[in-house]
């Protein structure tokens, strides 16, 4: 009985966390994938000026969407912690550590573009610059964000080893899944190293695939943790 009940305990436990993962998951393809395929101009500063200005509604709640992804991942690793903290507490200290440095970093990248709206929406400022001027101003913004992004990308990427570690110890997921989740946090930090140290980086046909090992990690984690729930943990000796 009292086996079953901590199976029952377990199983709430890893649904609760999958149900953070999904909204989390949602969260961050809104605001980070979908609404820059529309406000973006594909490195057009008029273009993505005169998109940002025709989608406002949609650019201010992508915006919206990036605060809740990042504010509402906090409760992700805490929870993951509970699930898989008896295989190794270090590992899962590690795990939350490294995930939570993720949350002020990605936070702070949305003040870029917030001045963006402030650029656009400040009848002063958009007599003070010419048109071109303008544009330059935020495409500089744009630039921020993604660079903040990208140093957040770091974290986003090591908080998976170790989360993918615990998996594979702990028999209570599939191997195969944390197996792709350290592959896939393995990705994300040689997505960052070969931005920063490999001129022309972002122009190799390959570079929209470097990350595709960590989209399967974390969907199938995600999916697997909320359908299947999980087994109960297997203290480590």
Not at 53 to 59: G, I, K, T, V
Not at 92 to 115: N, R
Not at 167 to 187: A, C, E, F, I, K
Not at 215 to 221: H, N, Q, R, V
């Amino acid at each position: 009985m009292a086996m079953d009940d901590n199976d029952r305990s377990t199983r709430r436990l890893a649904r609760a966390a999958g149900a953070a993962y999904l909204v989390n998951v949602i969260a961050g393809i809104f605001s980070l994938m979908v609404v820059p395929s529309i406000t973006g101009g594909h490195g057009d500063p008029a273009a993505t000026v005169q998109n940002i200005l025709a989608h406002e509604s949609l650019y201010r709640a992508g915006i919206a969407a990036g605060l809740f992804c990042y504010v509402e991942f906090l409760l992700l690793p805490l929870l993951l912690y509970r699930l898989l903290g008896a295989v190794n507490r270090n590992a899962a200290a590690l795990m939350v550590v490294l995930a939570l440095v993720s949350v002020p970093l990605s936070i702070a990248s949305l003040t870029h573009k917030l001045d963006v709206l402030a650029l656009l929406g400040h009848a002063a400022w958009l007599h003070a610059f010419d048109a071109g001027q303008l544009q330059s101003q935020v495409m500089l913004q744009l630039s921020g964000y993604a660079s903040a992004v990208l140093v957040a990308q770091v974290f986003w990427g090591l908080w998976l080893i170790p989360f993918g570690w615990l998996v594979v110890r702990s028999g209570q997921l599939p191997r195969l899944l944390g197996y792709l989740l350290m592959l896939g946090g393995l990705s994300y930090v040689a997505d960052f190293a070969g931005q920063v140290l490999v001129a022309g980086y972002n122009d190799m046909d390959f570079v929209g695939y470097v990350t595709l090992l960590a989209a399967l990690g974390e969907i199938g984690t995600c999916l697997w943790l909320l359908v299947m729930g999980a087994k109960a943990p297997r203290p480590s000796a």
